[in-house]
């Protein structure tokens, strides 16, 4: 009889582990997909502008753009560990 209840509670502890982990898989997706959308539009005008007005800008203005798609780089490498993270 005990025995018939622990199972019961393993299974029952089981699920809502299984619950838990695909919620947490389901936020980690859409916080990743929600990030990349404007970090891509950010990194995008920001290369175009480097691209096209680099030779416009003086020295302190390039730095500031590297600088802008460098830290793009960054944060998709981190939302890119965040989704890795989430699978373990």
């Known amino acids: 009889m005990m025995n018939k209840e622990l199972e019961k509670r393993v299974e029952q502890r089981t699920r809502q582990l299984q619950n838990i ?3 947490l898989e389901d936020f980690v997706y859409s916080v990743s997909h929600d990030l990349r ?3 891509r539009s950010v990194s ?3 290369e175009i502008i480097n691209r096209r007005h680099k030779a ?3 020295e302190e203005g390039q730095h500031y753009f590297e600088n802008i798609i ?3 780089k960054q944060m998709g490498v981190l939302i890119d560990d965040l989704l890795k993270f989430s699978h373990l």
């Open 37 to 39: 959308a404007p970090l």
């Open 70 to 72: 460098k830290a793009g």
């Open 56 to 58: 416009c800008l003086n």
């Open 21 to 23: 982990n695909e919620e």
């Open 44 to 46: 995008g005008f920001a």
